[in-house]
């Protein structure tokens, strides 16, 4: 199908890309206004609001905010499982307690039972002070356990038994203590999927699962990409002391058209090194990263119907990326591609002669020079191959 329309428009979509550079610097492209990118109505609590699903996303923290019931937080690596689970606890009942943040992944195997729960003096060889623990210090607050999934199995009935007595049993104490917090837990794994490996147990993931709110990936929301733009170059603009004022709609093609393997953090760091490198108050093209210009970056993608806690070869991954998809999917980058592949086809099938090439696409030689050196085409007797476009 993309190949009968390729045929079909080839023509008139070089001549028009011709005439923009023709038309000096509009290469680069119109250039879009900062302030018209993110609207107060696009933020609440420091948080940009745009997608249908993140306002689906903030109705459920206000549901669940009031109530101490366990949260489970599930999302890809960046989509703002923190943020959301910081949300839950300004929005609670408590927000002046602590928010303890305690990541499972960071857990010692031997200690960890200790890290969490506590312990008395003399629980073991090396505790020669008494241990609060994490539940113990988030005490009339929050406790946030990021990564879940990588809570060691053998603690997992315990972490159950304090969910539902809300009680504590420090290691070597006979006595318990109560704890009045909420438990909010966040992975991106998929829990249900280790539950049948038998690496989760059911029970606490029924448990945790009562209550859950899911994240979706930022590639499922691009409609906010733009909104996150704007409220990103005007958080570095603060930070580093820029006055990035306007992108170009290239860029901005780009980014929406883009994978997001790492979701609303990599678009930051994107925006935070393109802030950093504009000379201009402009962003163009060129200041972005290169591995989402060439759309490389997406190659850290893992497949749509895998979850991340099956880990791929990262061959498999690169081989099953669906880095073509993301500029089927955006016009602006859509027809960069079209252009590309159709400069490519006519040189292919004149056997790279340029006058022959250039009265197939119906434009002149000289046309068709500048859109070679243009979109980077280098011409090799027996392969024609395509260098990033910057
Ligand atoms: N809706 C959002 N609005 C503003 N910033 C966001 C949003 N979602 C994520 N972020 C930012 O993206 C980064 C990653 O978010 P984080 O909550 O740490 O993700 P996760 O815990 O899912 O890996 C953080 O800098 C966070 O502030
Ligand atoms: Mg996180």
């Known amino acids: 199908m993309v190949d009968n329309d390729l045929e079909m428009e080839a023509p008139s979509t070089i001549q028009a890309a011709a005439d923009t550079l023709t038309n000096g610097e509009s290469a680069a492209g119109e250039m879009v206004p900062v302030s018209s990118m993110v609207h107060s109505a696009d933020q609440f609590g420091g948080m940009v609001v745009r997608s249908a699903q993140v306002r689906k996303v903030l109705k459920s923290v206000s549901q669940l905010s009031p109530y101490k019931a366990t949260v489970l937080i599930t999302g890809e690596s960046g989509t703002g499982k923190e943020l959301v689970a910081h949300a839950l606890h300004t929005l609670g009942s408590n927000p002046t307690g602590p928010f303890v943040t305690l990541n499972c992944s960071n ?26 623990g994490y539940f113990r210090a988030a005490n009339g607050g929050t406790l946030f356990l990021d990564e879940i999934g990588e809570l060691p199995l053998k603690l997992q009935p315990k972490l159950l038994r304090s969910v539902e007595t809300h009680e504590v049993q420090p290691v ?192 002149s030689r000289s046309t068709l020079y500048r859109m070679l050196t243009r979109y980077g085409i280098a011409e090799t007797p027996q392969r024609l191959s395509v260098q990033p476009t910057l």
Request: a negative charge; glycine letters at 6%; charged letters at 25%.
């Open 172 to 363: 070597g104490s006979s006595q318990c203590y109560k704890v009045n917090l909420r438990l909010v837990a966040a992975t991106n794994r998929d829990l249900r999927a280790m539950v049948r490996a038998g690496q989760f147990r059911d029970d606490l993931y029924f448990r945790l699962s009562a209550s859950a709110i899911f994240i979706p990936p930022l590639r499922e929301r691009r409609e906010a990409i733009p909104a996150f733009i704007g409220f990103f170059i005007e958080q570095y603009n603060r930070l580093f002391g820029k006055h990035v004022s306007e992108i170009s709609r290239r860029a901005i093609d780009i980014l929406c058209a883009y994978q997001w393997p790492g979701n609303v953090r990599e678009l930051s760091n994107a925006i935070e090194s393109a802030v950093i490198l504009s000379e201009s108050d402009r962003i163009a093209v060129p200041d972005l990263p290169e591995q989402i210009v060439d759309g490389t970056g997406a190659d850290l993608m893992y497949p749509p119907d895998e979850s991340p806690s099956n880990i791929l070869a990262p061959a498999q991954v690169a081989r099953r990326s669906p880095t073509v998809d993301a500029h089927a999917e955006a016009p602006g980058f859509l027809l960069d591609d079209v252009i590309k592949r159709t400069l490519m086809r006519s040189l292919e099938e004149t056997e790279g002669n340029r006058r022959r090439a250039a009265d197939l696409l119906g434009v």
């Open 107 to 132: 857990l010692v195997d031997s200690l960890a039972e200790s890290q969490l729960f506590g312990h008395i003096r003399g629980a073991f060889t090396d505790a020669r002070e008494e241990s609060r």
